[in-house]
């Protein structure tokens, strides 16, 4: 546990909101077998059987989850097809090596997350020097992602994939924590999950009971500061007074939260960090974390229980 902001005191605020993915769920696992899943069903639709362990590294997505516009499951497994869709339609064959368009994804510039995979893809047909104008139109064609989209969430919902999940907390261990929390704060949820992927969760663990029902604000709300303030609001009609806390694990929370500081919220961060299973990602994740200044650092929801003495 290490405190940065020396001024922060956890234990006097008074509200507590949540992020979802690996701070309340540990579900790295389970996120990069579904995309993986999607993009090879997606894949075999033209006739490429595909292998699972080859299509990206645990390193790759690890990259990715580091630029805000990409850290998300779904995008990610747009961008995992469409490097594959885009050397089915060059070269006629798959060759393994997702880790070399990983950096065109990071330098790529766009608007947002699809202008960004299709610069990056632009690039690839660009260093290829033929038929590029054919094979953008192909690809533009052939690129589905709500198609993808529906792949991805038939695995991780109807499939229940993230009940299968090793690294899932304990529930008898997250049950506990929340218990306690809420008897000292007032709980929500702001998360990147769309609503039917997190009620799917919270059903699944019956987590909904800690919860203030009206402060549980999923994906469909607007942006991430927008999530987290409107479940504010939905707690108490003085955020800029109210002492707040959000527990999330990546940079673009701590920029989020940020966003909301400047706009007079009285609110900080706490950062649990990504759950790795490589150790030296982890403590690069850790340094990345400090470096964008978060409030407070755990490397678990375990030293939760210290910090608010329960």
Known sequence: MIKINKKFKPEQSQIIIFDIDRTLAKITDSYEMCIKLATKEYLELFG?????KKLASEEDFYQLWQKKELSDVWYLTYALSAYYLAQM???NQIEYKFSSFVPLLLKSPGCDKYEIIQNAIKKIFKANKKNINKNLYIFNNLWQPNILKCF?????IKQNYWSKDKTTIPVKELIKLLSELNKKFVLGIATARPKEELM???KQYNLSQYFQSKAIIS????????RILQSLKKLTQTPEKTASIYIGDTVSDIEAVNTLKKKGVNIRIISTGVE???QILKKINYQILIKAKTDLYVDSLKELNKIFNI
């Open 200 to 202: 799917h969760f919270l």
């Open 152 to 156: 991805f969430q038939n695995y991780f």
């Open 276 to 278: 790795l299973n490589n």
């Open 89 to 91: 339609i060059v070269k």
């Open 48 to 52: 490429y059987q595909i292998n699972l």
């Open 219 to 226: 994906l469909e709300a607007g942006g991430k500061d927008e």
